[in-house]
């Protein structure tokens, strides 16, 4: 394949999910061209039927919704869906691609999904969307939060083409005249420089357990039910009640690896997600009914992500949740009352039975259909398991070039990491086609502002009820009647989901139907949707700043689950204060500044240089600072990966690209002296150690962006005798055995035994290190493979080989590894007696303590946070979590971005985590900074301080205490007055709060406004 | 005295204690709910004319929160509300109101369960301390 010279600026990316939303975004607001291709009607994927997500619990459409409406928005993205790939030609930078679009029978540029429609239509139809627990119509839109909003007849169903030509209600009712039954399916032809593919699961099919009944018993439900279950949109508006006869349930057990981790069923991997989305759903059903019993049976406990390991007790401790560690035999449906009775072997061998009302079980993740297909049409080599293959050490890249994956097409994968992996594919298709940024786009524009000045503030209150999330605790129809009462008001309505496409549109209508000029939200919190309706009211002419948001539900519902009258209460002020506040509103300017195009990455590890190199390949200037003399960070001291590629010779390969390339300007034995600027324009300077003068040299070096990839410290153990025996190691120390002598160190004969969660999942690191299980598995196989005859146990409290690595789990059952659990009450002991080493553990059979002489005790040391993150978190200042880690903007939906703009993350700086995921992170990390730096000028938000020259009297406070140097003293005829150089002012208020002539206000934060709000209390 | 809800105000910064209260939403964690919060980009924007207002028209408890020192996302806006807060008690007490009504507090984006043990506390003080009439 010839790698041709013309190059097209635009992405084909497959799949509307969470992962293809999110690499449209990036590609287009890096100056790309996107064509979206979605099967469905509507983009949202599988995350738009989650009611909630872990560990945090956020409404799944809440977040989901104003990336779903940002996507159908945005000029550079558009939208082909209920679509499919055909056909492809070319190579990579110029594929000409085919797409068939499948008729709705409605025309889409004439229908605005008024519903009409489908709510005449006689036809009742099981709703996919709702797993077949609800209905729909024969004419529907998937979901009420739909993108695009535009109905679809699905002509299986309809009456018209199943009794030629009858019906046509629709037909005659549809007021924008829109459907037509003679539409055509039609052929698109595109061009594009690359593609990505981003289809997304689909659940394993429990009919094929016939041991669970799911299918014959009506109360044996799949976790996607659940869902929707609790979904206050859902076929039962957010009751928890079973299917059989609409009860509620009061005992439920979860039954997990139902198709994963079977070799029976072809699924022999772990799924990865299910063990903390079967918390999550418990947790969401104890929530419903606190006196709800709730059993999850399991074989291994998998809560290996970020914050997962403190959810997992939280179920435990806090909401009652009864984990238990079993094989399930069968499950038998009881007649008198459709109860299920469940025959298992606990952990001591003793067959149980238990009766319960509801069977959830926890179905794992296969890739979807299509990709068989997508395969087969783009020539991609599928893995034993159907997941689309990836190249070495490149996890986003196809082995053909030009087409890149992300999400679960290519392995199991949770949402966070999904995100991450579809802005790494985008990263990876911007260098391919980078030449031709900005060639196909179009710049967002807006109307223009409509001038309010002199008008009387007329405030419109949008109250949303975030499904049951606020509705559920306030009394949200009461808080829109106390709103409509308060001066100013002239318009207040309530939303399902007041940042769903169809409120945001309905709100633009509102505005002008009611000449809105200040809006008011109240619904979650302004740090992750104010921007959204900004947008919205800036496309009715309205400033963004004549927005005032207040949060009543991550501050209110949330928190006062329990109170209802008084959260209707606090609603109802916290909406007083915030109309109080708009009607001081003011429009600000946009101010707009140059953007510095070079970044700055901290840590020369595996991720930073892969976000180094991210950067250099889009064709921007980088500046790479490592602390010690060398690159590489923890890959240093790492060989193979456990399916035993070569990560010394990456190492080397990578180190090489660094350093060679034009645009990478690496720093070593370097550290950060100190940061200043802003989101585009930063300024650090950066202290060299000199290498043979020890002197230190320090440079200063202009940047648009920061990377901070740190990295993460193997944790050194004061456990069980660690430093005071030589046959007491560590993982990396046995990798380091195995491979630097491997004709000295024979383990043949040898007793090994390995310790699991060493500084780890205790009580004073209560995260999961992540990658442990995986690194003793992968020593114990080469160990076994080297020396058969060594002896390797490997003591555990759950082995967390999640996704592919669970195959290396069975082959080192399979080669005789032998595994032990323990507890965290009877932890094994290590002792020394005349010269040998013993391990002291109960024997779980015969359930007494033994001793058994051992040769090597290896401890598998948890990951702890770098020792230079707390400075580096207060020079750059940006937060760090409750375990020392950098905590990201949103753990959904943000994973590499900091609240602080300007500013990301990767690798293990972010947790514990593997090669590839570093990698995909880091590129990930890359593609958003890119995004800043794909840009001339970027608007900055004009809170800034200002001056009324009238009442300064020079005084000379706010210059001395301005910590940007802002304020300057300038000499007029009145004598000297105080003057804002708002570029420098970053906005804090400092200034005005200490100035005593009461003579500097802070737009947006204006006296006014916060005085109005302190006095509606 | 049970059914007295007294009115307080916690002023967030945007950076850290807002991000801190989002922080307990998500992590529903329960609290109090007499209080109302308002949010300003840092604590360092808080006036002493804000406080004195607020006690004037009633308010019972002010709350001041920010990031931890050093954490400030403007270099050292916590450190000139701290100054000022001191400042603020001295005239508290000049002026007669008990100076347990203010206080100020520092929390993180990291700190879901401080701020709800933070806001919990402050209620109960108040709570104890009884309308300031
Ligand atoms: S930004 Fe939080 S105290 Fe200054």
Not at chain 1, 173 to 190: E, G, R, S, T
Not at chain 1, 267 to 278: G, I, K, L, T
Not at chain 2, 49 to 59: P, R
Request: charged share 25%; hydrophobic share 35%.
């Amino acid at each position: 394949m010839n790698i041709s010279n013309r190059k097209v600026g635009a992405v084909l990316v497959i799949g509307g999910g969470i992962g293809g939303v999110q690499a449209s975004l990036d590609l287009a607001d890096s100056g790309f061209k996107v064509y979206l291709l979605e099967k469905t009607p509507s983009i949202g994927g599988v995350m738009a039927q989650l009611d909630k997500t872990f560990p945090t619990n956020d409404c799944s459409m809440c977040i989901l919704a104003p990336k779903l409406v940002s996507a159908g928005r945005h000029p550079n993205i558009e939208l082909i869906t209920y679509a499919e790939l055909v056909g492809i030609q070319g190579g990579p930078g110029d594929f000409s691609v085919q797409i068939l679009k499948r008729s709705p029978f409605v025309d889409w540029e004439k229908c605005n999904g008024c519903g009409v429609c489908w709510e005449k239509c006689p036809i009742m139809v099981d709703s996919d969307f709702e797993c077949g627990l609800g209905k729909r119509k024969a004419i529907y839109v998937p979901f009420p939060q739909a993108v695009p909003n535009k109905a679809v007849i699905d002509k299986e169903h309809c009456t018209y083409f199943v009794k030629g030509g009858k019906c046509r209600v629709c037909q005659i009712l549809c007021p924008a005249k829109a459907v037509d039954f003679n539409i055509p399916d039609k052929q698109i032809d595109i061009k594009v420089g690359s593609i990505i593919i981003g289809t997304g699961l689909k659940t394993f099919d429990p009919h094929l357990k016939s041991i669970f009944g799911y299918g014959k018993y009506a109360n044996v439900i799949k976790s996607i039910e659940l869902e929707r279950i609790l979904n206050a949109s859902g076929p039962f508006q957010g009751h928890l009640v079973r299917p059989s006869d609409r009860k509620e349930p009061h005992r439920v057990a979860f039954i997990q690896c139902v198709g994963s981790r079977d070799v029976k069923a072809g699924n022999n991997y772990c799924s990865s997600v299910c063990c903390v989305y079967a918390i999550k759903e418990a947790i969401l059903m104890k929530e419903h009914n606190r006196s709800l019993d709730c059993t999850i049976f399991y074989m291994d406990m998998r809560t290996f992500g970020k914050g997962f390991e403190s959810y997992y007790k939280r179920a435990k401790e806090k909401y009652g949740i009864k984990f238990k560690r079993a094989m399930i035999g069968e499950i038998l449906e009881l007649a008198e009352n459709r109860n299920l009775l469940l025959k298992y072997e606990d952990e001591d061998g003793n067959l149980k039975r238990e009766k319960f009302d509801l069977v959830v079980l926890s179905v794992g993740l296969k890739p979807d259909e299509n990709v068989k297909n997508l395969a087969e049409i783009l020539n991609l080599d599928l893995s034993e398991f159907g997941f689309i293959k990836s190249i070495h050490f490149s996890p986003v890249e196809t082995i053909r070039p030009g087409i890149f994956v992300c999400g679960t097409a290519s392995a199991p994968k949770d949402i966070p990491e999904t995100v991450t992996e579809a802005s790494a594919s985008a990263q990876k298709a911007i260098e391919l086609i980078k030449e031709e940024r900005h060639k196909l786009t179009r710049k967002i524009e807006y109307p223009g502002e409509v001038d309010f000045s002199g008008q009387q503030p007329r405030i419109g209150v949008f109250v949303c009820h975030c499904g049951i999330n606020i509705a559920g605790t306030v009394k949200v129809m009461e808080v829109v009647e106390y709103a409509k009462t308060l001066p100013n008001v002239v318009y207040a309505e309530n939303n399902l989901y007041s940042c769903s496409d169809d409120s945001q549109q309905h709100i633009k209508e509102m505005i002008e139907k009611h000449k809105l000029n200040r809006v008011v939200v109240a619904a979650c919190t302004p740090r992750t949707h104010e921007p959204l309706f900004q947008e919205t009211i800036r496309e009715k002419g309205l400033n963004k700043f004549l927005l005032e948001f207040t949060n009543i539900r991550d501050q209110c519902s949330w928190v006062h689950s329990h109170q209802p009258d008084l959260a209707t209460e606090k609603a109802k002020d916290l909406v007083r204060m915030a109309c109080a506040r708009a009607n001081h509103l003011e429009p600000l300017p946009t101010i707009t500044i140059p953007v510095t195009q070079s970044g700055l990455v901290i840590g020369g590890g595996i991720s930073g240089m892969n976000a180094a190199l991210g950067l250099a390949n889009q064709g921007y200037k980088v500046y790479l600072v490592e602390e010690k003399e060398e690159l590489g960070g923890n890959a240093r001291h790492i060989n193979r990966t456990i399916d035993g590629r070569n990560v010394k010779e990456y190492l080397q390969s990578l180190i090489k690209n660094v350093q060679t390339h034009p645009n990478i300007k690496v720093y070593k034995n370097s550290k950060l002296e100190s940061v200043s600027g802003y989101i585009g324009n930063f300024r650090t300077r950066i202290k060299i150690q000199g290498e043979e003068t020890k002197k230190n040299e320090l440079v200063e070096i202009e940047h648009g962006v920061i990377i901070v990839a740190t990295g993460a410290q193997e944790y050194k153990p004061t456990e069980y005798l660690y430093g005071k025996d030589s046959r007491i190691i560590t993982q990396r120390e046995l990798e380091e055995k195995i491979f630097s002598h491997p004709t000295m160190e024979s383990f043949n004969d040898k007793t090994i035994v390995m310790i699991q969660c060493v500084g780890s999942r205790d009580n004073e690191r209560k995260y999961c290190s992540r990658i442990c299980c995986s690194q003793a598995i992968k020593n114990a196989l080469l160990i076994k493979q080297k020396d058969p005859d060594a002896e390797v146990f490997i003591f555990y409290k759950d082995i967390r080989t999640y996704g592919i690595n669970e195959i290396f789990y069975q082959k080192a059952r399979d080669t005789g590894v032998i595994f032990v659990r323990y507890d965290d009450d009877a932890k094994p002991e290590i002792f020394g007696r005349n010269g040998a080493l013993f391990i002291k553990t109960k024997e779980p059979i015969l359930n007494e303590e033994i001793e058994l002489p051992v040769d090597f005790v290896v401890l598998s040391t948890g990951l702890i946070p770098d020792k230079s993150n707390r400075e580096i978190a207060q020079l750059l200042k940006v937060p760090l979590n409750e375990d020392g880690f950098f905590l990201e903007a949103h753990m959904k939906l943000r994973p590499v971005d900091f609240a602080t703009d300007g500013i990301f993350i990767c690798g293990m700086a972010h947790s514990p985590k593997t090669i590839d995921e570093s990698i995909a992170q880091a590129q990930a990390a890359s593609a958003r900074a890119g995004i800043i730096l794909s840009k001339d000028t970027i608007e900055v938000l004009p809170i800034v301080a200002e001056v009324d020259t009238e009442k300064c009297i020079g005084c000379g406070i706010c210059e001395k205490l301005c910590a940007y140097q802002a304020h300057e003293l300038k000499k007029t005829e009145k004598g000297y007055r105080s003057e804002v150089i708002s570029a420098y002012c970053k906005g804090c208020g400092s200034c005005a709060a200490s100035c005593p002539q009461m003579a500097i206000n802070m737009k947006h934060f204006t006296n006014e406004q916060i005085m109005a709000m302190v006095e509606a209390i | 005295m049970s059914d007295y809800k007294p009115k307080i105000i916690v002023f967030c910064c945007n950076w850290c204690s807002y991000a801190g209260a989002d922080l307990a939403g998500v992590s529903r964690l329960q609290m109090n709910p007499n209080f109302r919060i308002i949010r300003t980009m840092c604590s360092g924007r808080i006036e002493p004319e804000f406080i004195l207002t607020a006690f004037k028209k009633g308010v019972d408890g002010i709350l001041l929160t920010g990031c931890h020192p050093g954490d400030c996302h403007y270099i050292s806006g916590n450190y000139k509300a701290l100054r000022r807060y001191n400042a603020l008690k001295l005239l508290l007490k000049e002026m007669g109101i008990d100076d347990r009504r203010l206080k100020l507090e520092w929390i993180s984006a990291g700190e879901g369960a401080r701020f709800q043990e933070v806001i919990n506390n402050f209620i109960k003080t108040i709570t104890e301390l009884g309308p300031i009439v």
